[in-house]
């Protein structure tokens, strides 16, 4: 019910856009998150958005180069990432939260999408 896209291979410095898609029922009053997990690391927080989209949170080592955003109409939460470092490479996963505020606690989100990888090369 959730459909993330838009991962690949970028240089370090470069951009790219993560899309989550989802079903209206799964993330329409929900607050929604990005995560991502690196080979051989546990699953980590990344960035979340309210239902609104009034309120953002971002984990510090990606704050001031990402930026998420939804778009309520076509029911879609992006992730913008400039300034890529190689550390940044992981599958990311978005997840909708049981709670209509932004939350990067992994135990608030019920549903998860699967994930798209991104890599970034040095």
């Known amino acids: 019910q959730l459909q993330a896209s838009g991962g690949g291979l970028v240089q370090t410095g470069g951009s790219l856009r993560l899309s989550c898609t989802a079903a209206?029922?799964?993330?329409?009053?929900?607050?929604v998150g990005w995560f991502r997990q690196a080979p051989g690391k546990e699953r980590e927080f990344v960035a979340a958005?309210?239902?609104?989209?009034?309120?953002?949170d971002y984990s510090e080592s990606v704050k001031g180069r990402f930026t998420i955003s939804r778009d309520r109409t076509t029911n879609t939460v992006y992730l913008q990432m400039n300034s890529l470092k190689p550390e940044d490479t992981a599958v990311y996963y978005c997840a909708a939260s049981r709670f209509a505020y932004a939350t990067s606690s992994k135990s608030t989100y019920a549903y998860w999408g699967q994930g798209t990888l991104v890599t970034v090369s040095s």
């Open positions: 958005i309210s239902w609104r989209g009034d309120d953002t």
């Open positions: 209206r029922r799964t993330s329409s009053n929900n607050g």
